[in-house]
């Protein structure tokens, strides 16, 4: 009901920047961000991904500042704009052949993704696919019921997420999540994947911890 009131008040109430929340003055022409969040956005050099088990990573956004944000504003105010405009992020700047590709979401913890009834990394592969015409597959399971949220990075690290393949993988995977810490679970998830037949993994997000 939270949601469904934040959805109602968002329509009646002026326009908001998308990111950070301050009004705007006006409603701006392309997604509502403040003039602020578009320069932070526009200027930021991208992030790289670190994983073992992937052929390359890349994230629009550092997960910091703006990145943040937006992060949060798509998985926990569930603004679908977010996931509209982190994907034209992802088609516009990450390398052009790693598009040719089938999208495949980074699955949700079966529990965190009963409890919210909403899968922000779906729901960024499916503007991605939309925006770039990729197939987008929902292939992959995880099969624990641990969260990353809340254990340390070590914890993290030393106990990858289960993951499975429901079927075989296409040749070339373009994995996507909203956002990437440590890289564990893309890891587990380019596993699963190369088990099942994929030959190149690449994966994409929102935005990215700057590795150490
Ligand atoms: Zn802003």
């Keep these: 009901m939270a949601s469904l009131r934040a959805e109602l008040v968002g329509l009646l109430a002026p326009p908001h920047c998308l990111c950070c929340r301050v009004p705007l003055v006006r409603a701006p022409a392309g997604p509502g961000l403040c003039g602020a969040c578009r320069d932070e956005i526009e200027r930021s050099p991208g992030s790289p991904l670190r994983a073992d088990g ?112 429901a079927g075989p993988a296409p040749r070339r995977v373009l994995l996507v999540d909203d956002v990437i810490t440590t890289g564990a679970t893309i890891d587990a998830c380019s596993r699963a994947l190369r088990g099942a037949g994929a030959a190149s993994v690449r994966a994409v997000a929102i935005a990215a911890v700057k590795p150490r």
């Design 54 to 165: 992937i052929d390359g990573g890349f994230a629009p956004l550092e997960y910091a500042g703006a990145g943040r944000r937006l992060v949060a504003a798509l998985k926990f105010s569930r603004l679908l704009v977010v996931a509209e405009l982190g994907a034209a992020l992802i088609a516009d700047r990450a390398p052009p052949a790693w598009l040719d590709a089938t999208v495949v979401p980074v699955p949700a913890a079966p529990a965190r993704a009963l409890r919210r009834g909403f899968d922000p990394a779906w729901e960024l592969a499916a503007a991605l696919a939309g925006q770039t015409g990729m197939p987008a597959v929902p292939l992959l399971r995880r099969r624990d019921r641990r969260h990353q949220r809340g254990r340390s990075r070590d914890q993290r690290l030393g106990r990858p997420p289960r993951v499975i393949a």
